[in-house]
């Protein structure tokens, strides 16, 4: 499917900048990603622009523009042209690096692959932003199925009765054709495959009204002189050779053809910025203009281009990018012919395709019947209906489970790597660092640098510190301050392990020193391949076992986390939880791929964050320079910390759906799975980060 990104500029001016939202979803989807950022002010862009505008109209071109001929016009060249675009270009790419526009760089990157088809509309009202050649934009080279588009702040949908017909209605108005060759698009217009075409050529005023009212069309077409002039650049179209029309002229015919299913108009014609804007008022779906002063031989092969691959029913979007690219060739002789056409785009209508534009009406007595077409069908609905069922059945018994994780795995790789969350930070205890303990100890940390651990971290003020060690016994009395400091620390959270009877395990008891509210259950689900693509986040202990927590370790230090922002967990009417932007939402027995499983307690799905390798999304240090002050407050300080061993001796690594470029499967510490998890609730919570989600199983059936 492609993708829809919409960059909407807020009140602002060159002088003091522009706020800049950006929104990132599916087509005729609700966006599914927003993010803000700022553009700094940039007074000399407009300057630039300026200059390039009036070396480039003061080229002898042979345009389309009406104007008369100019007297002593400047010298100028087409190298002096290219110099001042390559200018305006750099002075653009440099604006849009501004520090306070990265989130919108980085956030358009992580959602947005190169290979995806992609429609950018760029609203705003304001006509000095529409007028740059946002086209140049570096982000747009990287991704070669993506064009820009021009929108008002303001849109709105125009219903609209539907016209069966067996060929796309064409209205082609050639105008006013003084010093210019309209009938090169004549040609190029009658050539077009399953076609209508009526040619106004040189109409008076009262018959193109007349037409447009009488007849219902799909594409309006001018070719001809047109100009925008005043402060609003008022747009306006020269019919014939002593008339001319303001868009505002035509406005109640106008109205009439888009309520009638006008989709799309194309002006060949000069300067058509202004004509789009008065377009815009008037809701037709889309428009193709010409920004500036257009020569004859640009505004043709544009046309030609556009109609070949319109035609083979490539996406209006693409059909124009690839057209307005080929006007490359002509810039030795038409400087920045690739600058001109632009889309002008109503938000509230997606684009015509060729193809969908016209349906075939049953006419003539040599096409079959409708009853006929319906009764060859039938058969083939039953059978596409049977295959259906019985795949669904088969896969709601679980025999397709394997290959659809292993699809799942596969899609989760595809991603592209993101940022390390800066808000965790691992302190891991290694190999060396238990070989160096001269200490006794039962487990991969002793008593004694236990206690100077926490003394050390809390002294830098984390918000969190998760203590992913097994302690099922109390501090030694010779360590006095650590049973203290676990007893009375209400940012310290520590772990246990529930049992599990039917397996025969026993669980692991939590530090006697710390409270069932401070304690959190380690336990993972394990799909049948060993893999961790679940999230537990509450269940219900039983009565015998020696882990009492509800709630996962994970979801203890993510509630303590976000506590210290007024974030807290609000449990809704259909037992689903919110917290913060995000709801989270249990999986059942049959969701996605899963079929049958065990939904035990309130699982979701374990969205990964992947950064290089799974080990490195989040910062790490080691206990020995933690506790030899080699790491600064700075680096702690308002963090989630986690301590935990990721010395391969304690065994203590999990299997995730994530390969090595060598093929094999990723295996993680479990305090960097802790780190996962954690991750994960605080991004959703804080909307950074969308939940893994399902359709239902009556969703899937259908499609």
């Known amino acids: 499917m492609s993708k829809l990104v919409i960059l909407k500029f807020g009140i602002g001016n060159f002088a003091e900048g522009f706020p800049v939202t950006l929104q990132i979803g599916m087509e005729?989807?609700?966006?599914?990603?927003?993010?803000?950022?700022?553009?700094?002010?940039?007074?000399?862009?407009?300057?630039?622009?300026?200059?390039?505008?009036?070396?480039?109209?003061?080229?002898?071109?042979?345009?389309?523009?009406?104007?008369?001929?100019?007297?002593?016009?400047?010298?100028?060249?087409?190298?002096?042209?290219?110099?001042?675009?390559?200018?305006?270009?750099?002075?653009?790419?440099?604006?849009?690096?501004?520090?306070?526009?990265?989130?919108?760089?980085?956030?358009?990157?992580?959602?947005?692959?190169?290979?995806?088809?992609?429609?950018?509309?760029?609203?705003?009202?304001?006509?000095?932003l529409q007028k740059l050649p946002w086209h140049l934009w570096d982000l747009i080279d990287r991704y070669p199925n993506t064009e820009f588009a021009l929108s008002t702040a303001t849109y709105e949908q125009v219903r609209h009765a539907d016209h069966p017909t067996q060929s796309i209605k064409i209205l082609a108005l050639l105008g006013d054709s003084t010093g210019i060759d309209t009938q090169t698009d004549r040609a190029i217009l009658e050539k077009l495959p399953d076609a209508a075409i009526d040619f106004l050529v040189e109409p008076a005023r009262k018959d193109l009204t007349d037409q447009i009212w009488e007849q219902t069309w799909d594409i309006l077409f001018f070719a001809g002189h047109s100009s925008s002039s005043g402060a609003s650049e008022r747009g306006r179209i020269y019919i014939n050779q002593t008339e001319s029309l303001t868009i505002e002229e035509l406005k109640y015919a106008l109205k009439k053809a888009v309520s009638r299913g006008l989709k799309l108009a194309i002006f060949n014609s000069c300067d058509g910025l202004g004509l789009a804007r008065e377009f815009a008022d008037l809701h037709i779906p889309q428009m193709i203009v010409m920004r500036e002063p257009v020569p004859d031989r640009v505004a043709q092969e544009f046309l030609k281009y556009f109609l070949e691959a319109f035609s083979r029913n490539e996406p209006l979007y693409l059909a124009v990018r690839e057209a307005r690219e080929r006007l490359q060739g002509l810039e030795g002789q038409f400087p920045c012919a690739t600058w001109l056409p632009v889309i002008y785009q109503n938000l509230a209508e997606t684009p015509m395709t060729w193809a969908g534009a016209s349906t075939t009406i049953w006419t003539g007595r040599d096409q079959a019947a409708p009853s006929t077409i319906a009764r060859k069908l039938t058969p083939a609905l039953l059978i596409s209906?049977?295959?259906?069922?019985?795949?669904?059945?088969?896969?709601?018994?679980?025999?397709?489970?394997?290959?659809?994780?292993?699809?799942?795995?596969?899609?989760l790789q595809l991603r592209p790597d993101e940022k390390p969350d800066s808000r965790l930070l691992v302190v891991t205890i290694t190999e060396e660092d238990v070989q160096a303990s001269q200490e006794p100890q039962r487990s991969s940390l002793s008593d004694q640098s236990l206690a100077k651990l926490l003394e050390k971290l809390a002294s830098y003020q984390p918000r969190v510190i998760g203590l992913d060690i097994y302690r099922d016994y109390p501090a030694e009395k010779n360590v006095p301050r650590l049973a203290a400091q676990m007893r009375q620390s209400d940012r310290l959270i520590s772990v246990c392990k529930v049992s599990d009877l039917q397996a025969g395990r026993k669980g692991i008891a939590p530090p006697p020193e710390i409270p069932v509210s401070r304690q959190?259950?380690?336990?993972?689900?394990?799909?049948?391949?060993?893999?961790?693509?679940?999230?537990?986040?509450?269940?219900?202990?039983?009565?015998?076992?020696?882990?009492?927590?509800?709630?996962?370790?994970?979801?203890?230090?993510?509630?303590?986390?976000?506590?210290?922002?007024?974030?807290?967990?609000?449990?809704?009417?259909?037992?689903?939880?919110?917290?913060?932007?995000?709801?989270?939402?249990?999986?059942?027995?049959?969701?996605?791929?899963?079929?049958?499983?065990?939904?035990?307690?309130?699982?979701?799905?374990?969205?990964?964050?992947?950064?290089?390798?799974?080990?490195?999304?989040?910062?790490?240090?080691?206990?020995?320079?933690?506790?030899?002050?080699?790491?600064?407050?700075?680096?702690?300080?308002?963090?989630?910390?986690?301590?935990?061993?990721?010395?391969?001796?304690?065994?203590?690594?999990?299997?995730?759906?994530?390969?090595?470029?060598?093929?094999?499967?990723?295996?993680?510490?479990?305090?960097?799975?802790?780190?996962?998890?954690?991750?994960?609730?605080?991004?959703?919570?804080?909307?950074?980060?969308?939940?893994?989600?399902?359709?239902?199983l009556w969703q899937e059936t259908i499609w």
Request: hydrophobic residues 40%; contains cysteine.
């Open 28 to 128: 005729n989807m609700r966006p599914s990603s927003e993010v803000t950022g700022e553009l700094p002010p940039a007074p000399d862009l407009p300057l630039i622009f300026n200059r390039w505008q009036a070396i480039y109209r003061n080229l002898d071109l042979s345009a389309r523009p009406l104007g008369l001929p100019k007297s002593n016009p400047p010298i100028v060249s087409l190298e002096a042209c290219s110099e001042v675009a390559a200018q305006l270009r750099d002075r653009l790419n440099q604006w849009l690096q501004a520090e306070s526009f990265r989130p919108i760089r980085e956030k358009w990157l992580e959602k947005l692959q190169p290979a995806e088809t992609i429609r950018v509309i760029l609203q705003t009202p304001d006509l000095q």
């Open 385 to 411: 209906l049977a295959i259906a069922l019985l795949t669904m059945g088969i896969r709601y018994l679980g025999f397709l489970q394997p290959l659809e994780l292993q699809a799942f795995d596969q899609f």
């Open 520 to 696: 959190g259950f380690s336990d993972f689900v394990l799909d049948s391949d060993s893999v961790v693509r679940r999230q537990l986040l509450v269940m219900t202990p039983p009565p015998s076992s020696e882990c009492t927590a509800p709630y996962a370790f994970s979801v203890q230090m993510a509630l303590r986390y976000l506590v210290d922002q007024g974030t807290t967990l609000q449990f809704l009417p259909d037992g689903s939880w919110q917290l913060g932007k995000a709801r989270f939402q249990p999986i059942e027995a049959h969701t996605g791929g899963y079929q049958g499983i065990d939904a035990w307690g309130y699982q979701i799905l374990l969205n990964y964050r992947s950064y290089q390798s799974l080990k490195e999304i989040v910062p790490q240090v080691t206990l020995s320079q933690i506790l030899s002050g080699e790491v600064e407050a700075s680096a702690i300080k308002n963090r989630v910390v986690l301590i935990g061993t990721t010395a391969e001796s304690f065994r203590d690594y999990s299997l995730t759906p994530y390969r090595t470029n060598q093929g094999a499967i990723q295996k993680i510490p479990g305090v960097i799975l802790q780190a996962q998890m954690t991750s994960q609730l605080i991004s959703a919570a804080l909307a950074e980060r969308s939940l893994l989600w399902t359709w239902t």
